[in-house]
């Protein structure tokens, strides 16, 4: 199944829920969706005039979520959202790693559009799952790979740290997409200009390779061979007009 048809698949999810919701007043939940299908999902929306709509994945900055597509008026709380976390124990010695955690929901016959972010802390790890998934992973579930685990339902106190960053600075002409992706992979403005315009550039989960593009506070930005991106804007001005700017890489 190619990308392609996914996505004509979606967009036709989305066309349905707000058929629904405006004309038959229910609510309509589609997940678990990656950020590149949460982009995809909120161009549709908004080419459908479509207003009142939530994406949640369980925690306000999580990566995997549900889209929500409400009636109109009918608020979108977070708690309407068929999101269930699991929390899995174990010693603070051992320690499963992300890709563990996924391997062994998968080999419970999960889906993957069925499991949402995985956080992994030291002792700890919630998992965010759909309600058949959540179900299987608390009875199945007590081992991952070789590690003894306890499984139970909720957040048991706080959530692990969903990513990690190294923080990047620099001071640039503009914030433009070539300068700014010079800074961010320490090549020349020359040798930047070509990964955007051989289409290696994407912002916000879409190919960008528009070099003048100015890119905004938050943009996402990914550079193939290099690494992915937040853009945190510009903080301050010099005296030459050329800007402070910062962002920070995923690692």
Do not use: W
């Amino acid at each position: 199944m190619n990308d392609s048809y996914e996505d004509k698949i979606l967009t036709a999810q989305i066309t349905d829920g707000v058929t629904r919701a405006q004309e038959r007043y229910t609510e309509k939940f589609i997940g678990f969706l990656d950020e590149r299908q949460a982009a995809l999902a909120l161009s549709v929306l908004q080419r459908l005039g479509c207003e009142n709509y939530r994406f949640f994945g369980g925690y306000e900055e999580a990566q995997r979520v549900y889209l929500g597509i409400f009636p109109p008026y009918e608020a979108a709380k977070p708690e309407s959202f068929p999101v269930y976390p699991v929390t899995f124990s174990y010693r603070e010695a051992d320690h499963p790693a992300h890709r563990d955690f996924l391997g062994a929901l998968m080999a419970l016959m999960i889906t993957r559009d069925s499991i949402g972010d995985i956080l992994v802390g030291e002792g700890y790890t919630v998992a965010f799952l759909t309600e058949k998934a959540a179900a299987l992973a608390l009875g199945e579930l007590n081992k991952i790979g070789s590690v003894g685990v306890k499984a139970k339902a909720g957040i048991n106190g706080k959530l692990p740290s969903a990513n990690t960053f190294q923080v990047i600075e620099g001071v640039v002409a503009s914030s433009r997409l070539d300068c700014i992706t010079s800074l961010l992979t320490k090549l020349s403005r020359e040798k930047a200009v070509s990964l955007i315009e051989g289409r290696m550039v994407s912002i916000n989960f879409q190919v960008n390779d528009n070099i003048s593009y100015k890119l905004s506070t938050g943009d996402k930005v990914s550079i193939r061979g290099y690494g992915r991106y937040i853009f945190d804007g510009v903080s301050a001005a010099t005296r030459k007009g050329k800007a402070h700017v910062s962002a920070r890489k995923y690692i």
